[in-house]
């Protein structure tokens, strides 16, 4: 189990993290997502003990690992970790890569000649590229370069797995691919795995949890589904999933948008959406009616193809509000006046194939 308390980075009067508390369990894959300078990758490199906190303390089990006055060096804390980058070495093949974190782990047991050959087997195995373990990096394809990264870091079978952004350099086909390959590993290995990306797709379709970040702190931590069904902030509503921010008056368990006399019932919005009279509706969780149908209404400005559904820009007074339909409901055409009602019918079971879909 892996525990901040109170974990603040500052550089200069610049705070990076600010009152950071988090309890990681054993062996749990937990996303780190938010946008660039959010400081996720800054929590990942104080995880691994490449810098030293201001303020708080960092705890693996029972050792506290760093405070502000103490950081263990990295080779001294059980981890493994993949780069973005990927780190390969070009004077080293593929199996040469996996014996060296072998040899040279502190926390890995000590094994013969033939366990290391073995053990260089078994994870070129996991990662499909058993074939592969003669050639250097250089002949190798991204994704390929990728496994290789990922099993020179499991291979000593670490207790902590961290990744900061390894997919951002491969292209989209094969980053889904890869999802694939982390999630049945994780599975497989039982690791904990700490994941750092600015990719929502990537977070709600691997991990357990999902830590939401925002200026160096944290937003949300919750399950995917929560995560995208109940969001907490105005922050987390837009960034995971682009909620559109109805503005409006909340009356108890009803919320009145502004400039209308429609009523929408509360399907869980949080307390702090609530405060700020917002009411979350996701671009899939819309009705799209006739113009003479209750609801707000609204223009047409973009209408877009995109195979099994179509996406549209509606343009409410001055507000713009985004909605996707599936490619089996009326299509509306740029210039047409709609009525958007808040609530699908089948929101539940939207919201459920949308994460499905994901991963």
């Not at 830590?211 to 589904?225: F, H, N, R, T």
């Not at 919320?255 to 399907?267: E, L, T, Y």
Request: proline content about 5%; aromatic content about 8%; hydrophobic content about 40%.
């Amino acid at each position: 189990m892996i525990r901040l308390q109170g974990l603040e980075k500052h550089y200069g009067k610049t705070a990076a993290l600010s009152q950071v508390d988090l309890t990681i369990p054993q062996g749990e894959f937990l996303a780190i997502l938010g946008p660039s300078g959010c400081g996720k990758t800054t929590l990942l490199r104080l995880l691994a003990g490449f810098m030293k906190p201001t303020a708080g303390a960092i705890r693996f089990g029972d050792t506290e690992v760093a405070n502000s006055k103490y950081s263990s060096k990295p080779e001294n804390r059980n981890i493994g970790m993949v780069f973005q980058s990927f780190a390969l070495w070009p004077h080293m093949t593929v199996e040469d890569h996996i014996r060296f974190a072998l040899r040279n782990h502190r926390f890995t047991r000590k094994r013969t000649v033939e366990e290391q050959a073995e053990r260089i087997t078994e994870v070129l195995q996991l990662v499909g590229m058993e074939s592969f373990r003669k050639r250097y990096p250089a002949a190798l394809s991204g994704g390929q370069q990728q496994r290789v990264a990922l099993a020179r870091a499991i291979a000593p079978e670490p207790d902590i797995l961290l990744m900061d952004e390894p997919l951002s350099a491969l292209d989209a086909e094969l980053r889904i691919s890869m999802r694939k390959e982390i999630k049945q590993i994780h599975k497989k290995l039982g690791a904990t795995i700490i994941y750092v990306t600015h990719d929502q797709g990537e977070a709600l379709a691997m991990a357990d949890r999902v830590l939401v970040m925002q200026q160096g702190k944290i937003e949300q931590a919750d399950a995917p589904e929560t995560i995208y069904q109940r969001p907490e902030t105005p922050f987390v509503a837009t960034f995971v999933g682009k909620a559109n921010l109805v503005e409006g008056t909340w009356h108890g368990d009803h919320f009145v948008p502004a400039g209308s006399q429609i009523r929408w019932r509360d399907n869980g919005v949080s307390e702090k959406l609530k405060q700020k009279q917002l009411y979350p509706v996701r671009p899939e969780e819309w009705q799209l009616l006739p113009a003479e149908a209750d609801g707000l209404k609204g223009e047409v400005i973009i209408s877009q193809f995109q195979g099994t559904e179509r996406h549209y820009v509606i343009r409410v007074d001055s507000q713009d509000y985004q909605a996707s339909q599936p490619i089996a409901a009326s299509a509306w055409r740029e210039g047409e006046l709609v009525s958007l009602q808040a609530g699908a019918k089948e929101t539940q079971y939207t919201t459920e194939k949308v994460l499905i879909e994901l991963r």
